[in-house]
């Protein structure tokens, strides 16, 4: 069983910056992949941003170049640094942890992150 647990959500202000940060409670060093999804109400949870065990990478098409997904094996943490907030970014955000590429995969409690003036 992996827990996650997310922080670093907030009020930001459009064109703003967050950073999210997902502590796990275990190695994820051999994960197959760590990633970011969010959800806005009476919408589907969607991919922000994925990274995995070789370090490649993929974003959502709405975050690119904008977001950075990274993990530090070591601390067994991953990050999602937002640059250039939207209001359109408003959403619960959730870390995800897939450790074989197939389920089960591993959901924390979510972090709100709300994007207003």
């Known amino acids: 069983q992996v827990q996650l647990a997310e922080s670093g959500g907030g009020l930001v202000q459009p064109g703003g910056s967050l950073r999210l940060s997902c502590a796990a409670s275990?190695?994820?060093?051999?994960?197959?992949?760590m990633g970011w999804y969010r959800q806005t109400p009476g919408k589907q949870r969607e991919l922000v941003a994925a990274?995995?065990?070789?370090?490649?990478?993929n974003y959502a098409d709405s975050v690119k170049g904008r977001f950075t997904i990274s993990r530090d094996n070591a601390k067994n943490m991953v990050y999602l640094q937002m640059n250039s907030l939207k209001p359109d970014d408003t959403a619960v955000y959730y870390c995800?942890?897939?450790?074989?590429?197939?389920?089960?995969?591993?959901w924390g409690q979510g972090t709100q992150v709300t994007v207003s003036s």
């Open positions: 990274i995995r065990r070789t370090g490649s990478t």
């Open positions: 275990g190695s994820i060093f051999s994960f197959y992949a």
């Open positions: 995800n942890a897939n450790p074989y590429g197939a389920p089960p995969d591993y």
